[in-house]
């Protein structure tokens, strides 16, 4: 595991985007996948800025989508799918053919395009990854999962009690951990606890995001507040940034 801490959010999505560039400066064809919620946003305005400065080629990229609600009606504005052409996908020069959602022959999709390259993920303050909830088996694969009472909890500030979706599709912990590098981001106090968990606390699918460490090739991007547990925590001083 490599741990990258920086300064603030504008910092983080700054580094989680020069990671992404280069990855497909290596490889034009590359397979990424990419997360749904906050934390990604800013990194998504950085990779649209490189597009338009330094002409990052996105037209052979295939994009595969961690995750998606079910139940929403299609073309609902909160739909990740939504979410991405509108923060990210409309900005870039994507050929829409490489885009792919999460579906019931995802996993065959995902290896017939060679496998995942890149894998960015954020954290869920419940340690989910995707919608891999707690409890997620370690061989999980895509497929339909009830959301946890806790992630319902937080989706009432941006949902309407009627439109509320209580399940979602999800890669599972398996087709995750497969992706030859991943990289998860983490922003904000908010995350400052359930990060430490991951990082330095028991692997456990208690706490999904900690599974990551099985992985002989994760790149961790956070920012000086959701690390501040973990750096306490800690006892091997992370590498420095800059
Ligand atoms: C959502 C998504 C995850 C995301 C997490 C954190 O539920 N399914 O992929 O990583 O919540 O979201 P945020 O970055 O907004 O804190």
Known sequence: M???ICADYDEMSKEAARAVAGAIRAKPQLVL???????????????????????LDFSKVKFFLLDEYVGLRPGHPQSFRAYLWSVFLNYINVRPANVYLPDESYEETTRRSGG????ISGIGVNGHIAFNEPGSTLDSRTRIVELADSTIELMKTTFSPRELPRQAITMGLATILEARH???LAS???KALILARALTGQITTDVPASVLRLHSNLTVIADEEAAAIYRRNSVDKPEPIG
């Open 2 to 4: 490599k741990i990258h």
């Open 33 to 55: 996948a990419v997360p749904s919620g906050n934390t990604p946003k800013g990194m998504y305005q950085e990779l649209i800025r490189m597009r338009g400065q330094n002409h």
């Open 182 to 184: 991943i990289l998860l």
């Open 188 to 190: 904000g106090s908010r």
């Open 116 to 119: 995942i390259d890149l894998l």
